[in-house]
Protein backbone atom coordinates (compact mmCIF):
# COMPACT_ATOMS: atom_id res chain seq x y z
CA UNK A 1 0.00 0.00 0.00
CA UNK A 2 1.22 3.48 -0.98
CA UNK A 3 1.39 6.17 1.70
CA UNK A 4 1.76 9.29 0.40
CA UNK A 5 -2.22 9.75 0.27
CA UNK A 6 -2.81 8.40 3.98
CA UNK A 7 -3.04 10.80 6.66
CA UNK A 8 -0.42 11.60 9.46
CA UNK A 9 -2.18 9.44 12.16
CA UNK A 10 -2.56 6.23 10.16
CA UNK A 11 1.24 6.73 8.67
CA UNK A 12 1.74 6.50 12.45
CA UNK A 13 0.75 3.13 12.57
CA UNK A 14 1.61 2.02 9.21
CA UNK A 15 4.06 3.70 7.65
CA UNK A 16 7.69 2.14 6.94
CA UNK A 17 6.18 -1.18 8.85
CA UNK A 18 7.61 -4.93 7.45
CA UNK A 19 4.47 -7.12 6.48
CA UNK A 20 3.80 -9.53 6.95
CA UNK A 21 5.43 -8.82 10.33
CA UNK A 22 8.80 -10.74 11.26
CA UNK A 23 8.04 -14.29 11.98
CA UNK A 24 3.71 -12.91 12.40
CA UNK A 25 4.91 -10.63 15.24
CA UNK A 26 2.19 -7.42 14.92
CA UNK A 27 4.91 -5.38 16.59
CA UNK A 28 8.58 -5.28 14.86
CA UNK A 29 10.82 -6.89 17.66
CA UNK A 30 14.33 -5.41 19.07
CA UNK A 31 17.08 -6.84 16.77
CA UNK A 32 19.42 -6.32 19.70
CA UNK A 33 22.17 -7.71 17.27
CA UNK A 34 25.36 -5.61 17.14
CA UNK A 35 26.58 -7.67 13.65
CA UNK A 36 25.18 -9.28 10.44
CA UNK A 37 26.10 -12.34 8.30
CA UNK A 38 28.50 -10.94 6.10
CA UNK A 39 26.49 -10.59 2.71
CA UNK A 40 29.44 -9.56 0.36
CA UNK A 41 28.73 -5.89 0.58
CA UNK A 42 30.17 -4.02 -2.19
CA UNK A 43 30.56 -0.47 0.12
CA UNK A 44 31.54 0.00 3.50
CA UNK A 45 28.47 1.57 4.87
CA UNK A 46 26.69 -1.18 3.38
CA UNK A 47 27.91 -3.42 6.13
CA UNK A 48 25.26 -4.41 8.13
CA UNK A 49 26.69 -3.21 11.42
CA UNK A 50 24.99 -1.45 14.48
CA UNK A 51 27.00 1.53 14.43
CA UNK A 52 26.06 1.91 10.15
CA UNK A 53 22.15 2.48 11.17
CA UNK A 54 21.25 -0.19 9.43
CA UNK A 55 19.29 -2.73 11.27
CA UNK A 56 15.90 -3.18 10.73
CA UNK A 57 15.14 -1.14 14.17
CA UNK A 58 16.74 2.01 12.37
CA UNK A 59 15.57 1.55 8.85
CA UNK A 60 11.93 1.01 9.70
CA UNK A 61 12.28 4.11 11.92
CA UNK A 62 13.67 6.17 8.66
CA UNK A 63 11.03 5.31 6.26
CA UNK A 64 8.27 6.13 9.33
CA UNK A 65 9.71 9.61 10.14
CA UNK A 66 10.35 10.50 6.21
CA UNK A 67 6.89 9.70 5.77
CA UNK A 68 5.36 11.85 8.84
CA UNK A 69 7.14 14.83 7.79
CA UNK A 70 6.32 14.37 4.09
CA UNK A 71 10.05 14.18 3.49
CA UNK A 72 12.23 12.02 0.77
CA UNK A 73 14.62 10.69 3.89
CA UNK A 74 15.56 10.51 7.47
CA UNK A 75 17.95 9.09 9.71
CA UNK A 76 18.21 8.81 13.74
CA UNK A 77 20.52 9.20 16.11
CA UNK A 78 21.97 8.76 19.67
CA UNK A 79 20.12 12.18 20.87
CA UNK A 80 18.65 15.30 19.27
CA UNK A 81 22.06 16.68 19.78
CA UNK A 82 24.00 14.57 17.75
CA UNK A 83 21.24 14.71 14.88
CA UNK A 84 22.15 18.54 15.11
CA UNK A 85 25.79 18.67 15.32
CA UNK A 86 25.94 15.69 13.32
CA UNK A 87 23.66 17.43 10.42
CA UNK A 88 25.45 20.84 10.53
CA UNK A 89 28.99 19.30 10.05
CA UNK A 90 27.71 16.74 7.09
CA UNK A 91 26.78 20.12 4.95
CA UNK A 92 29.66 22.58 6.81
CA UNK A 93 33.54 22.17 6.30
CA UNK A 94 35.91 24.48 7.09
CA UNK A 95 35.84 27.91 6.03
CA UNK A 96 32.18 27.77 5.64
CA UNK A 97 29.49 30.20 7.66
CA UNK A 98 26.25 29.83 8.74
CA UNK A 99 23.24 32.00 9.93
CA UNK A 100 21.03 31.66 12.35
CA UNK A 101 18.27 33.06 15.14
CA UNK A 102 19.93 34.10 18.44
CA UNK A 103 17.06 32.72 20.23
CA UNK A 104 17.97 28.92 20.65
CA UNK A 105 17.85 25.86 22.82
CA UNK A 106 20.73 26.44 24.92
CA UNK A 107 22.66 23.43 23.91
CA UNK A 108 22.43 24.33 20.55
CA UNK A 109 23.11 28.08 21.16
CA UNK A 110 26.67 26.06 23.11
CA UNK A 111 27.84 24.18 19.83
CA UNK A 112 27.17 27.62 17.39
CA UNK A 113 29.30 29.84 20.15
CA UNK A 114 31.53 27.51 21.56
CA UNK A 115 32.16 24.53 19.17
CA UNK A 116 31.97 25.45 15.88
CA UNK A 117 35.27 27.64 15.67
CA UNK A 118 36.84 24.31 16.06
CA UNK A 119 36.14 23.35 13.19
CA UNK A 120 36.60 26.45 10.89
CA UNK A 121 33.49 27.21 11.21
CA UNK A 122 31.93 30.92 11.53
CA UNK A 123 28.43 31.58 12.33
CA UNK A 124 26.40 34.60 12.44
CA UNK A 125 23.19 35.54 14.26
CA UNK A 126 20.43 37.01 12.99
CA UNK A 127 17.81 39.39 13.90
CA UNK A 128 14.95 37.23 13.36
CA UNK A 129 12.08 39.44 13.51
CA UNK A 130 13.65 41.63 10.29
CA UNK A 131 13.94 39.56 7.36
CA UNK A 132 14.97 42.85 5.50
CA UNK A 133 18.28 42.93 8.09
CA UNK A 134 19.63 39.14 7.28
CA UNK A 135 21.25 40.11 3.48
CA UNK A 136 23.64 42.38 5.69
CA UNK A 137 24.56 39.13 7.67
CA UNK A 138 25.50 37.08 4.58
CA UNK A 139 29.48 36.69 3.32
CA UNK A 140 30.50 34.62 0.42
CA UNK A 141 31.37 31.97 2.47
CA UNK A 142 27.29 31.60 4.14
CA UNK A 143 26.42 28.12 3.14
CA UNK A 144 23.37 27.77 5.48
CA UNK A 145 20.87 29.12 7.76
CA UNK A 146 19.10 27.87 11.32
CA UNK A 147 16.09 28.35 12.91
CA UNK A 148 13.87 26.38 15.08
CA UNK A 149 9.95 26.12 14.59
CA UNK A 150 8.92 27.43 18.24
CA UNK A 151 11.95 28.49 19.99
CA UNK A 152 13.20 27.51 23.15
CA UNK A 153 12.34 28.72 25.59
CA UNK A 154 10.62 32.12 23.83
CA UNK A 155 7.93 29.70 21.85
CA UNK A 156 9.16 32.49 19.01
CA UNK A 157 8.25 31.49 15.55
CA UNK A 158 10.50 32.97 13.03
CA UNK A 159 9.08 34.28 9.55
CA UNK A 160 9.52 30.28 8.10
CA UNK A 161 8.35 31.32 4.46
CA UNK A 162 11.21 34.30 4.60
CA UNK A 163 13.63 31.85 5.95
CA UNK A 164 13.00 29.44 2.79
CA UNK A 165 13.17 31.98 0.17
CA UNK A 166 15.93 33.68 1.62
CA UNK A 167 18.06 30.12 1.89
CA UNK A 168 16.53 29.14 -1.95
CA UNK A 169 17.58 32.89 -2.98
CA UNK A 170 21.05 32.80 -1.85
CA UNK A 171 22.15 29.04 -2.80
CA UNK A 172 22.30 28.51 1.11
CA UNK A 173 20.54 24.88 2.98
CA UNK A 174 18.13 25.85 5.23
CA UNK A 175 17.96 23.81 8.78
CA UNK A 176 14.83 23.97 11.00
CA UNK A 177 14.56 22.08 14.14
CA UNK A 178 11.71 20.96 14.60
CA UNK A 179 11.18 19.46 18.61
CA UNK A 180 8.39 22.19 19.76
CA UNK A 181 6.09 21.40 17.10
CA UNK A 182 6.18 17.94 16.09
CA UNK A 183 5.30 16.55 12.28
CA UNK A 184 2.02 17.29 13.64
CA UNK A 185 1.62 20.45 13.69
CA UNK A 186 4.58 21.67 10.92
CA UNK A 187 6.31 19.83 8.45
CA UNK A 188 9.38 21.94 7.55
CA UNK A 189 9.75 19.89 3.68
CA UNK A 190 6.21 20.80 2.79
CA UNK A 191 7.39 24.41 3.25
CA UNK A 192 10.72 23.98 1.40
CA UNK A 193 13.15 23.33 4.30
CA UNK A 194 16.23 21.10 3.21
CA UNK A 195 16.35 19.59 6.60
CA UNK A 196 14.62 19.14 9.97
CA UNK A 197 15.88 17.87 13.02
CA UNK A 198 14.17 16.71 15.88
CA UNK A 199 15.17 15.67 19.68
CA UNK A 200 13.30 12.82 19.54
CA UNK A 201 13.83 12.40 23.65
CA UNK A 202 10.83 14.51 23.32
CA UNK A 203 7.48 14.41 21.40
CA UNK A 204 8.57 11.93 18.88
CA UNK A 205 9.11 9.42 21.70
CA UNK A 206 6.68 11.19 24.67
CA UNK A 207 7.68 9.40 27.60
CA UNK A 208 10.60 10.78 28.49
CA UNK A 209 12.51 7.47 29.14
CA UNK A 210 14.85 8.06 26.13
CA UNK A 211 17.56 9.66 24.36
CA UNK A 212 17.37 10.12 20.79
CA UNK A 213 17.58 12.16 17.81
CA UNK A 214 16.60 12.58 14.25
CA UNK A 215 17.43 14.31 10.76
CA UNK A 216 14.58 14.15 8.43
CA UNK A 217 14.57 16.15 4.52
CA UNK A 218 16.41 16.03 1.15
CA UNK A 219 17.68 12.54 0.18
CA UNK A 220 21.28 14.00 -0.73
CA UNK A 221 21.46 15.98 2.53
CA UNK A 222 20.07 12.88 4.98
CA UNK A 223 22.33 10.58 3.18
CA UNK A 224 25.50 12.77 3.68
CA UNK A 225 24.13 13.07 7.20
CA UNK A 226 24.38 9.28 7.68
CA UNK A 227 27.65 8.75 6.20
CA UNK A 228 28.95 11.03 8.70
CA UNK A 229 27.00 9.80 11.44
CA UNK A 230 28.51 6.40 10.57
CA UNK A 231 31.95 7.63 11.59
CA UNK A 232 31.24 10.04 13.71
CA UNK A 233 29.82 6.88 15.60
CA UNK A 234 26.08 9.36 17.29
CA UNK A 235 23.96 5.93 16.45
CA UNK A 236 21.06 5.01 18.35
CA UNK A 237 20.73 1.60 20.37
CA UNK A 238 18.36 -0.80 18.95
CA UNK A 239 16.56 -0.65 22.20
CA UNK A 240 16.10 2.83 22.31
CA UNK A 241 15.11 2.71 18.31
CA UNK A 242 12.17 -0.26 19.65
CA UNK A 243 11.14 2.67 22.20
CA UNK A 244 10.75 5.28 19.88
CA UNK A 245 8.97 3.74 17.57
CA UNK A 246 6.48 2.32 20.52
CA UNK A 247 6.22 5.79 21.57
CA UNK A 248 5.48 7.67 18.06
CA UNK A 249 2.56 5.40 17.23
CA UNK A 250 0.60 7.34 19.75
CA UNK A 251 1.98 11.24 18.70
CA UNK A 252 -0.95 12.11 17.10
CA UNK A 253 -3.09 11.50 19.92
CA UNK A 254 -0.64 12.81 22.51
CA UNK A 255 -0.17 16.40 20.48
CA UNK A 256 -3.12 16.87 19.35
CA UNK A 257 -4.34 16.77 23.15
CA UNK A 258 -1.59 18.79 24.28
CA UNK A 259 -2.05 21.53 21.83
CA UNK A 260 -5.52 21.94 23.05
CA UNK A 261 -4.62 21.89 26.58
CA UNK A 262 -1.72 23.98 26.43
CA UNK A 263 -4.11 26.53 24.66
CA UNK A 264 -6.53 26.68 27.48
CA UNK A 265 -3.98 26.89 30.11
CA UNK A 266 -2.36 29.61 28.21
CA UNK A 267 -5.77 31.52 28.34
CA UNK A 268 -5.99 31.04 32.18
CA UNK A 269 -2.21 32.47 32.77
CA UNK A 270 -2.94 35.17 30.28
CA UNK A 271 -5.56 36.44 32.40
CA UNK A 272 -4.32 35.76 35.74
CA UNK A 273 -3.58 39.01 37.89
CA UNK A 274 -0.08 37.08 38.92
CA UNK A 275 1.12 36.73 35.70
CA UNK A 276 3.35 39.37 33.89
CA UNK A 277 3.69 37.79 30.51
CA UNK A 278 3.25 34.56 28.62
CA UNK A 279 4.78 33.39 25.37
CA UNK A 280 2.32 30.97 23.28
CA UNK A 281 1.89 31.70 19.59
CA UNK A 282 -2.13 30.35 19.86
CA UNK A 283 -2.68 33.71 21.80
CA UNK A 284 -4.30 36.30 19.37
CA UNK A 285 -1.68 39.23 20.86
CA UNK A 286 1.63 37.04 20.34
CA UNK A 287 3.72 38.15 17.49
CA UNK A 288 3.80 35.06 16.14
CA UNK A 289 0.06 34.28 16.03
CA UNK A 290 -0.82 35.19 12.60
CA UNK A 291 2.19 33.00 11.68
CA UNK A 292 1.37 30.02 13.59
CA UNK A 293 -2.33 29.88 12.33
CA UNK A 294 -1.48 30.00 8.61
CA UNK A 295 1.64 27.49 8.65
CA UNK A 296 0.58 24.97 11.83
CA UNK A 297 -2.15 22.71 12.45
CA UNK A 298 -1.72 23.29 15.88
CA UNK A 299 0.48 25.65 18.56
CA UNK A 300 2.05 22.80 20.73
CA UNK A 301 2.36 22.00 24.20
CA UNK A 302 5.08 24.42 25.33
CA UNK A 303 4.51 27.84 26.66
CA UNK A 304 6.69 30.09 29.13
CA UNK A 305 5.65 32.77 31.20
CA UNK A 306 6.82 35.14 34.02
CA UNK A 307 4.78 36.18 36.85
CA UNK A 308 4.88 39.28 38.63
CA UNK A 309 7.83 39.33 41.53
CA UNK A 310 10.08 37.84 39.33
CA UNK A 311 12.45 34.82 40.53
CA UNK A 312 11.19 34.47 44.02
CA UNK A 313 7.47 34.54 42.47
CA UNK A 314 8.90 31.99 39.86
CA UNK A 315 9.94 30.07 43.11
CA UNK A 316 7.76 30.34 45.21
CA UNK A 317 5.25 29.12 42.48
CA UNK A 318 7.49 26.06 41.48
CA UNK A 319 7.08 24.67 45.20
CA UNK A 320 3.79 25.03 45.24
CA UNK A 321 2.28 23.77 42.43
CA UNK A 322 1.41 19.90 43.30
CA UNK A 323 1.26 18.03 39.85
CA UNK A 324 3.97 19.07 37.64
CA UNK A 325 7.33 17.81 37.66
CA UNK A 326 9.98 20.27 38.43
CA UNK A 327 12.43 19.00 35.61
CA UNK A 328 14.46 20.34 32.50
CA UNK A 329 13.27 18.13 29.11
CA UNK A 330 9.61 18.35 27.81
CA UNK A 331 7.64 16.57 25.27
CA UNK A 332 6.44 13.40 27.83
CA UNK A 333 3.23 12.67 28.89
CA UNK A 334 3.53 14.53 32.54
CA UNK A 335 3.64 17.98 32.91
CA UNK A 336 7.29 19.46 33.70
CA UNK A 337 8.27 22.67 34.73
CA UNK A 338 11.69 24.24 34.65
CA UNK A 339 12.94 27.88 34.63
CA UNK A 340 15.66 27.46 31.85
CA UNK A 341 17.92 30.41 33.53
CA UNK A 342 18.68 27.24 35.64
CA UNK A 343 18.93 24.38 33.27
CA UNK A 344 18.18 24.09 29.63
CA UNK A 345 20.32 27.54 29.44
CA UNK A 346 22.12 27.79 32.16
CA UNK A 347 25.25 27.04 30.00
CA UNK A 348 24.56 30.66 28.35
CA UNK A 349 25.86 33.70 29.88
CA UNK A 350 23.82 35.80 31.74
CA UNK A 351 24.22 38.68 29.35
CA UNK A 352 23.64 36.78 26.35
CA UNK A 353 20.05 35.47 28.16
CA UNK A 354 19.50 39.30 29.03
CA UNK A 355 19.74 40.49 25.61
CA UNK A 356 17.62 37.28 23.98
CA UNK A 357 15.22 38.06 26.79
CA UNK A 358 15.52 34.87 28.84
CA UNK A 359 14.01 36.20 32.10
CA UNK A 360 15.92 34.69 35.42
CA UNK A 361 12.56 34.29 36.82
CA UNK A 362 10.94 32.47 32.98
CA UNK A 363 9.26 29.82 33.52
CA UNK A 364 8.82 26.94 30.74
CA UNK A 365 5.71 24.72 30.72
CA UNK A 366 5.39 21.46 29.11
CA UNK A 367 1.99 20.65 29.07
CA UNK A 368 1.49 16.58 29.50
CA UNK A 369 -1.90 14.37 29.21
CA UNK A 370 -3.08 15.02 32.45
CA UNK A 371 -6.58 16.36 32.61
CA UNK A 372 -6.66 20.27 32.08
CA UNK A 373 -8.73 20.77 34.72
CA UNK A 374 -6.68 19.34 37.11
CA UNK A 375 -3.71 21.22 35.98
CA UNK A 376 -5.55 24.77 36.17
CA UNK A 377 -7.18 24.60 39.56
CA UNK A 378 -3.82 23.20 40.53
CA UNK A 379 -2.12 26.76 38.65
CA UNK A 380 -4.67 28.47 40.35
CA UNK A 381 -4.24 27.85 44.09
CA UNK A 382 -0.18 27.95 43.58
CA UNK A 383 -0.69 31.48 41.64
CA UNK A 384 -2.75 32.62 45.43
CA UNK A 385 0.17 31.40 47.50
CA UNK A 386 2.58 33.45 45.50
CA UNK A 387 0.30 36.90 45.78
CA UNK A 388 -0.20 36.26 49.31
N1 LIG B 1 16.45 20.84 20.37
C1 LIG B 1 15.60 21.31 21.30
C2 LIG B 1 14.58 22.32 20.89
C3 LIG B 1 15.69 20.88 22.63
O1 LIG B 1 14.84 21.39 23.54
C4 LIG B 1 16.69 19.94 22.98
C5 LIG B 1 16.83 19.46 24.37
O2 LIG B 1 16.22 19.96 25.28
C6 LIG B 1 17.55 19.47 21.98
C7 LIG B 1 17.40 19.93 20.70
C8 LIG B 1 18.64 18.48 22.32
O3 LIG B 1 18.10 17.22 22.44
P1 LIG B 1 18.79 16.00 23.24
O4 LIG B 1 18.75 16.33 24.70
O5 LIG B 1 17.95 14.82 22.85
O6 LIG B 1 20.18 15.88 22.73
Redesign the pocket.
Known amino acids: MKHDDLSLATKLIHAGEIRPGVLGAVSLPIFQSATYEYAQAAHYHDIKYIRLNNTPNHTVLHAKLAALENAEAALVAA??????TTGILSVLTSGDRILAQES?????HDFFTKHLAGFGIGYDFLDIEDPASWQGRLRPTTKAIYV?TI??PLMQVPDLEAVVKFARAHGLVSMI?N??ATPVNFRPAEHGFDLS??????YLNGHSDI???AVIGRADLVEKALLKLDTLGGSMDPHACFLLHRGLKTLALRVQFQNGSASRIARFLAGHPAVAKINYPGLENNPGFARASRLFDGFGGMLSFELKGGVEAAERFMKAVALPIIA???GGVETLMTRPATT?HLGMSPEDRKRIGIADGLIRLSVGIEATEDLIRDFERAARGVRS
Open positions: SGMAAILYGGTESNDTFFHSATKVGGPSLS
